[in-house]
Nanobody, 124 residues
């Protein structure tokens, strides 16, 4: 198993930036595909970004492409989400997730492990 803990959320003005971190403990971090999802009140969990085991491949939702960057440091057992040019519609609880296989990375049901989430609020 792997345990995931997100940090770095907060309140930021539109146009600002935040960097989220997700620290993993447990089994070998590099054996997991890592994803970021978000969930706004009254909505389902939405795919944001995904990164492959070594970091060689990254995938983004169209709504964040060009503004967000996912990266990972396998030596530090951490995955990051750099968020720039934030918009009010980015407001949500952000979750990191892990799975050992890369299947339909946009589907939250693919991921076996989840963090507790961190709140991101973007004011207009």
């Amino acid at each position: 198993q792997v345990q995931l803990v997100e940090s770095g959320g907060g309140l930021v003005q539109a146009g600002g930036s935040l960097r989220l971190s997700c620290a993993a403990s447990g089994r070998t971090f590099s054996s997991y595909v890592m994803g970021w999802f978000r969930q706004a009140p009254g909505t389902g969990r939405e795919f944001v970004a995904c990164i492959s085991w070594s970091g060689a491949n990254t995938y983004y939702a169209d709504s964040v492409k060009g503004r967000f960057t996912i990266s990972r440091d396998n030596a530090m057992n951490t995955v990051y989400l750099q968020m720039n040019s934030l918009k009010p519609e980015d407001t949500a609880v952000y979750y990191c997730a892990a799975d050992q296989r890369l299947r339909d990375y946009r589907d939250p049901n693919m991921y076996d492990y989840w963090g507790q989430g961190t709140q991101v609020t973007v004011s207009s």
